[in-house]
C-alpha cells in the first residue's frame, strides 16, 4: 500500500508492504512553509474572591459519632508529623491507634479511591499522637489523617 505522509514540511511517498516489514520512502515535494501558528490571547486571571471567616463554634456543641461526621477534619497544631490524604476517598481500614510506635514504610490505614486499596504508609518512625480518622468515613485531598509525634 502506498501513502503519502508530510513530515517536518516534507512531503513522502510511502509504501508498505503487506507480507513483510519494509518500509521505503521516496521524498517528492521540496519544504514546505509550516502554517504560521495562530495568536496567543492573553486573558487576565479571573479573580479570587476571599475566603470566608469560620463561623466561631458553640461553647457547649454536642459531638456526634466519628463516622457520621463527614465535615472536613480541623488543622492540626502542635509538633509532629502530619500524614495527609493524597487524594479524595473513603477509609477501609485503620491498622493504628494513638500511642502504637511506628516505623517509617509501615502501613497506616487503607483508603480506597477510584475502586482501588490504597496503602497510607507511615512518612517517619515515631508514635502515633492521633487518629482522625475512623472506618467509613470520607477524606478530601490533603485532609490530615494521622498525626505522628
Known amino acids: 500500500m502506498k501513502y503519502l505522509v508530510t513530515l517536518n514540511g516534507n512531503e513522502y511517498e510511502v509504501e508498505v508492504g503487506a507480507d513483510s516489514v519494509t518500509l521505503t520512502a521516496e521524498r517528492i515535494g521540496a519544504v514546505k512553509a509550516a502554517p504560521a ?15 470566608p471567616a469560620p463561623a466561631p463554634a458553640p461553647a457547649a456543641a454536642v459531638s456526634a459519632p466519628a463516622a457520621a461526621v463527614s465535615a472536613p ?20 481500614k485503620v491498622m493504628v491507634k494513638p500511642g502504637d510506635a511506628v516505623k517509617s514504610g509501615q502501613i497506616l490505614l487503607l483508603l480506597e479511591a477510584m475502586k482501588m486499596e490504597n496503602e497510607i504508609y507511615s512518612p517517619c518512625d515515631g ?3 492521633s487518629v482522625l480518622v475512623s472506618v467509613g468515613g470520607t477524606v478530601n485531598s490533603n485532609d490530615p489523617m494521622v498525626v505522628i509525634g
Open 37 to 51: 501558528p495562530a495568536p496567543v490571547v492573553s486573558r487576565p486571571a479571573p479573580a479570587v474572591a476571599p475566603a
Open 73 to 92: 477534619a480541623a488543622p492540626v497544631s502542635g509538633s509532629g508529623t502530619t500524614v495527609a490524604a493524597p487524594m479524595p476517598g473513603n477509609i477501609l
Open 127 to 129: 508514635t502515633v499522637s
